[in-house]
């Protein structure tokens, strides 16, 4: 495929544009249907075309069909320019007028960059991967909520979350829940988090704020301890954006937590600056401090915290089950998630409903069995009828409702070929529903049949 330049009144909008359910065959009907119901994506993107220009980065696609240029890739930037050199185009009044006064303001290109494809099929591939998600990594992969904030380089109260993330996993490398908490954090509940940190009453209440420049302790870490590791735990199972909205719901939250708060006594006369790191993301290595009397040991790298579970279940151990059971986990445990996370997807969902199938037929937990979500949620019900284990929050949470990561992306792991599973995403369920197989597991030896 070559480059060329086109005069924007030279090209046409594709009549036949997957974007539209009906084809439109003229310029006026093709802008009406990408204006369609939210006119003010189209006009922002003019506006943003006629102050910076078309993005350099990225060329609209055209073929040529009986002798007029068709654009089959860009529609929206081409409909953006033709309706800023001819805001007529436009029906709706106001948004026609806005168009106008974009157009007066700046001076938008007149001509527009195009790669030339010989027939639309030769450019599916390349529109395919442009439109339909990140296709196990062939096509376009969206930054993360952290990795925009890193780029953004802002003081948002993402990046503050961040920022507090990686030196509470200085602070504590050794305390491997703790980190596997904040993993789990850093994956789902990371608005949550920053949302109860934008709050200065939990912040003097953790003892810490922030600066420009780094983050000010009013303890030592020690003294933070408890509470920094309640704080993840909570956030890791049950608490959920919704507890935490408003400030009275905040306060409340400082109060179910007050015993594991650090006391005003331990509080530093003078408050210590902790400065910043080069990067708000996840540390990699520290080194030991040097002691000047102590022997010399061998130079190694402590992992600041440790790796995210790697294998499906890896710290699953179930010594109660049937012998098939127990053969299909500790098959599943051998998988490496980043290796095969299509396989590793399924077998999640293969061990956790054999599991809950098997305990509800020997124990005789006969109601409500015929969905999955019903049968995690009898078994949930059974290992801790009076929901104490905070430990299952997350796997009751995740079961029963159709939150991002439900019962549902587990049949879709298995039933649905365009489904693709995300590293993350299998990693986290692997996660949350350990302790349930480990408390079921647990409640088989108790109660044997």
Known sequence: ???????????????????????????????????????????????????KGVNP?????????????IVIEGNRRIAALKALADPSLVEESRIRQMFAIAARRHS?????????????????????????????????QPWTTEQKTRFAEKKTPTEKALRFMQQVSEWYSADEKLLQDIEIVRSTRLTTLARLLSDPKVRNSLGFDFRDDGILAEYEPEAMHNSVRRLFSDLATHLSVSRVKSKDQRSEYLGAIKDDLPQNSQRLTQPRFVPKQK???????????????????PTSSVPNRPQQDKRVFQNVVMRNISPRTAKVLNEAKKIVIADSPNVAAIMIRAVIDIAVTEAAETQGWRRRQDKLRDRIGVALRHIDPENADRKLDEARRMSQNDGALSVKNLHSFMHQWDVHPMIVDITTLSVVYTPMLLKLDEYLGENPK
């Not at 030279?10 to 539209?20: E, F, M």
């Open 1 to 51: 495929m070559e480059q060329r330049d086109f005069a924007v009144a030279d090209l046409r909008l594709d009549g036949n544009n997957p974007r539209h359910a009906v084809p439109t065959p003229t310029t006026r009907e093709a802008i009406a249907a990408l204006l369609g119901k939210d006119p003010e994506k189209l006009l922002r993107l003019a506006q943003d075309i006629a102050q």
């Open 57 to 69: 980065t990225e060329f609209p696609i055209v073929v040529y069909e009986d002798g007029h240029a």
């Open 108 to 140: 938008y290109p007149q001509s527009v960059r195009c790669v030339v494809a010989e027939s639309r099929e030769e450019a599916r591939h390349w529109i395919t991967l442009r439109h339909t998600g990140e296709n196990e990594g062939v096509g376009i």
């Open 279 to 297: 990067s708000a993301g996840p540390p990699v290595t520290v080194q030991a401090p040097s002691q000047p009397s102590a022997p010399a040991r």
